[in-house]
């Protein structure tokens, strides 16, 4: 079996995203930084700002292209944090990476939040509740100007797992997600600076995440660039299972992870969300060797359309890019 790469998926526009951010052709990596004593699989990791700061960074070095920070649990179950506490674990930590030429996103339900965060030096906004949990998100975000991910959401975390109840999994979070969009878009939202996102383990059970995988050319077909955070979900502990039924633990199924992101990356995917970010790094750029050196630029014989398809390969996977920024990362964990 070969990996194919889909070269017939055209990347939809996506505006407002950093100069670093939109000249990379290839699939984004997202890293999860998780300003929570409570989140699913890395709850209390990196509380102390302290802590988040220098992992964001270490995630850069890793080849993350942008780090999402996070002051809210959205795990199955959880209660809302108040919004207080929220923009007190996050500002800290945002500032902190922005100074360091860090892109960073901010993942928040709260239009304040949100604000606050772009305010603080956040390039895009990633709301799993689509605009749903805050009536002046979408507003909100229209003026501040930032792209913004809208996921498909049927309700809190305290409560989501009732509300997996599907005839067509597929056909609903499409159509779902389409009038999300309809709906942004008349509260003043630029289509063009909306990324759309299926909302895995959120309201769905483990074949509704596969399903939603298995057709990201539905999700495409939205027009929309398609971010997938499938990192360390439930639904692969379940297909690693060991021989007893027991599900392989959070924090060994980065493997699982990296195998999606290959795929998602193959298919046109336009971001992965992920906790593990050296092998989704590694992945996506992979993938956009593969396909730059592909293209019909390439000669039969090679010689010198190869050294030039092997440079363009380069660039599209972003690696000169990612060397500079390590650089600074590493500059900014090692001061003189």
């Given amino acids: 079996m070969t990996m194919q790469v889909d070269r017939n998926v055209q990347r939809p526009v996506l505006r407002g995203l950093p100069d670093a951010l939109t000249g990379l052709d290839r699939c984004l990596v997202m890293g999860v930084l998780n ?9 209390g990791a990196f509380l102390g700002a ?3 700061v220098a992992h964001g960074l270490a995630m850069v070095a890793e080849g993350a292209d942008l780090v999402d920070v996070g002051g809210e649990s959205t795990r199955p179950g959880a209660q809302r944090t108040d919004a207080e506490q929220e923009t007190r674990r996050v500002l800290p930590v945002l500032r902190s990476l922005t100074d360091a030429g860090v892109p960073v996103s901010i993942d928040t339900m709260r239009a ?11 390039c895009l906004v990633n709301d799993v509740s689509g605009g749903l949990a805050d ?7 229209a003026d501040l100007g930032v792209p913004f991910v809208a996921m498909h959401w049927r309700g809190h975390s305290v409560d989501m797992d009732t509300r997996a109840v599907y005839d067509d999994v597929v056909t609903e979070v499409v159509t779902e997600l389409e009038s999300r969009l309809a709906a ?10 909306i990324v759309i996102d299926p909302g895995l383990g959120f ?8 399903s939603l995988l298995a057709r990201l050319d539905a999700l495409q077909a939205l027009g929309r660039p398609v971010l997938l955070g499938a990192s360390r979900k439930g639904f692969l502990g379940t297909l690693l299972a060991d ?15 990296t195998a999606l992101t290959a795929v998602l990356a193959a298919r046109g995917a336009w971001g992965v969300r992920v906790h593990d970010v050296a092998g989704s790094a590694d992945a996506v750029r992979v993938v956009a060797a593969l396909d730059a050196a592909g293209s019909p630029a390439r000669d039969a014989a090679g010689s010198p359309a190869r050294d030039a398809a092997g440079n363009a390969a380069r660039d599209a996977a972003g690696i000169p890019a990612r060397e500079a920024v390590r650089g600074a990362a590493r500059d900014v964990g090692n001061p003189a």
């Fill in 243 to 257: 021989d007893s039924g027991d599900p392989r633990p959070a924090d060994r199924r980065a493997d699982a992870t």
């Fill in 112 to 122: 304040s939040t949100a604000a606050a965060a772009v305010d603080a030096g956040a």
């Fill in 135 to 141: 009536e002046a998100m979408a507003r909100t975000v």
């Fill in 35 to 43: 300003v929570t004593p409570d989140s699913f699989s890395d709850g």
């Fill in 203 to 210: 309201a769905k059970q483990g074949l509704h995440n596969w």
């Fill in 50 to 52: 302290e802590a988040a």
């Fill in 184 to 193: 942004l878009t008349a509260q003043g939202l630029d289509i063009d600076r």
